[in-house]
């Protein structure tokens, strides 16, 4: 069969084919409901009021705050929500791996990023944790989890599994990371609620990877497939 021809499911690895069966699923729901857990800790053992944790970590924030640490802060802030982080990185990202032949990937980063914006409204209207007063920026409502945290999380994952190299990974972490510090910095969020907002990124990431996995798994080995002249294979079959 030409690869040009070849389906995707055609051209994944066997485990890749038996990913639906196995552990990652059971993961992915782990996480979240590990989220909604936390969640409901939090409001049920105080109402919502911010743990010991929350507090010890907004008082050594709050004391080291300067504008050197304020300006990488904002934007984080700005990058990772709002119309940019919603609207404007989300397209950018889909459009280019469209242009890169890679439309299951722009489909698993689409469903991924949509369905972790879903359940981080969901669960901010369930527990409707406060934020901090001691805030610097202005936010929608709800404190848990993070929507920030969740979409950089959601992010790394995703990008992480379409591009399966150790620096994808390791930018990944590290944006989510700084993301996770930036949220507490500007009072937006207590350090349980970044938490929260890791957790259903990972968790969103993973399930919607499991159904998906054979069909990105046999795109990416299609496109990196040398041909018989010994390059990558074409988008389209010469004739």
Known sequence: MNHSEQQPTDAASPNAKRISHRWPLISGIGALVLAGLLGA???????G????????????????????????????????????GIFVVPIVIIVALLLVKRPTAALYYLAATLLSSAVVQILKNVFGRARPEDILVTSDFGSFPSG?????ATM??????????????????????????SRTYLGAHW???TIGGLLVGIGVAIVVWVPLAARLD??????????????????RSAH
């Open 41 to 47: 800790l939090l409001i049920v053992r105080a109402n």
């Open 49 to 84: 009021e911010p743990t010991v944790l929350d507090v010890e970590w907004m008082s050594e924030i709050i004391e080291h705050r300067s504008p050197w640490w304020t300006v990488p802060s904002l934007a984080m802030n700005y990058i990772g929500g709002g119309i940019i």
């Open 148 to 152: 920030h945290v969740a979409n950089a």
């Open 156 to 181: 790394a994952v995703t990008l992480g599994i379409i591009f399966p190299r150790v620096w994808v990974w390791v930018a990944g972490a590290i944006y989510t990371v700084v993301m996770m510090l």
């Open 191 to 193: 350090l349980t609620d």
């Open 218 to 235: 046999g795109e990416r080995n299609l496109r990196q497939r040398p041909n018989a002249d010994g390059g990558a294979t074409p988008a």
